[in-house]
C-alpha cells in the first residue's frame, strides 16, 4: 500500500511513521507513507498556501491552487482509491472504515490546517472526509497520523500474529475483553482461574462474556447501534 499525505508542516509526522509497527510495516515493503510539503507548490516568491477568507472572518484558508497542483500531479502518476481530508467535521473515524481502507492500494490524505480548505478543493477533489472525534487540533497531521496508524497495522504481514488485530475492541462491536500476564498471583491478585485451565473453548467463552461485559458497562452505545 501507498499513502501520500499532504501537510503544510509535514515534519510533524515523521516521528509516528519512524518507530514500531509502521517502521516495521515500511522495512518490510508492506506500506509506503511519502510526506509532501506542501509548501512546495507554493505560490510566489514567499510560496503562499493560504490567504484571506471572502466576505471576512477570522482565520486563514489553504488556497486551492497549491493543492490542486499536487493533487494532479500524483493522480497523473497513479490511481488513487481515495481523496482523504483530514477534518473536524468529516465522519468519525470507526474500525469498519479503517478495515475497509486497508483493503486499498493508494491514498492520497490532506491535513487540514488554519482555518481549513477552499471549498472547491473538498468539492473538486476529495472522496472522504474522515474526523478522529469531535475537537479541533491545530492542524490535521496528528489525525492523519492516527488514520495511517490504524490501516497500516492491518496490513496482512505487519503483525507478528496477523490473527492479533481480528480480536481488537470494535471489531465486533464490542471492546476487547481483559487481558493478563506474569505473575499469575501479584500481592493476592489472582488471574481469573480459567486462563490457567487449558481448555480453549471455555476460554473462548469467557472472554466473549467479558467483552460483552466490559462493553455493557464501558461503552453501552456501541451495543445500541448493533
Request: aromatic letters at 4%; glycine letters at 12%; hydrophobic letters at 45%.
Given at each position: 500500500m501507498r499513502i501520500d499525505i499532504i501537510s503544510a508542516v509535514p515534519s510533524l509526522m515523521e516521528s509516528p511513521f519512524s518507530h514500531s509497527i509502521m517502521q516495521r510495516a515500511q522495512d518490510k515493503g508492506l506500506l509506503e507513507i511519502v510526506l509532501h510539503d506542501l509548501r512546495d507548490y507554493g505560490l510566489g516568491k514567499h510560496k503562499q498556501i493560504d490567504d484571506y477568507q471572502f466576505g471576512g472572518g477570522a482565520g486563514m484558508v489553504m488556497m486551492i491552487e497549491p493543492i490542486a497542483t499536487i493533487i494532479e500531479q500524483l493522480k497523473a502518476e497513479r490511481n488513487y482509491d481515495e481523496i482523504i481530508y483530514m477534518t473536524p467535521d468529516g465522519k468519525r473515524l470507526e474500525q469498519k472504515q479503517c478495515n475497509y481502507?486497508?483493503?486499498?492500494?493508494?491514498?492520497?490524505?490532506?491535513?487540514?490546517?488554519?482555518?481549513?480548505?477552499?471549498?472547491?478543493?473538498?468539492?473538486?477533489?476529495?472522496?472522504?472526509?474522515?474526523?478522529?472525534?469531535?475537537?479541533?487540533?491545530?492542524?490535521?497531521?496528528?489525525?492523519?497520523?492516527?488514520?495511517?496508524?490504524?490501516?497500516?497495522?492491518?496490513?496482512?504481514?505487519?503483525?507478528?500474529d496477523e490473527s492479533s488485530a481480528l480480536f481488537d475492541s470494535f471489531q465486533d462491536d464490542l471492546l476487547a475483553p481483559p487481558v493478563y500476564t506474569r505473575p499469575a498471583d501479584y500481592q493476592g491478585h489472582k488471574i481469573p482461574a480459567i486462563l490457567l485451565s487449558g481448555h480453549k473453548k471455555k476460554i473462548d467463552d469467557w472472554r466473549d462474556e467479558q467483552a460483552y461485559l466490559r462493553t455493557q458497562k464501558l461503552r453501552p452505545d456501541l451495543l445500541d447501534e448493533s
Open positions: 481502507l486497508s483493503l486499498k492500494q493508494n491514498l492520497i490524505i490532506l491535513c487540514g490546517h488554519y482555518k481549513g480548505v477552499d471549498q472547491r478543493v473538498r468539492d473538486l477533489y476529495i472522496t472522504q472526509e474522515i474526523s478522529i472525534g469531535d475537537f479541533v487540533l491545530s492542524g490535521g497531521e496528528l489525525a492523519a497520523a492516527v488514520l495511517v496508524d490504524s490501516i497500516g497495522r492491518l496490513l496482512p504481514g505487519v503483525l507478528n
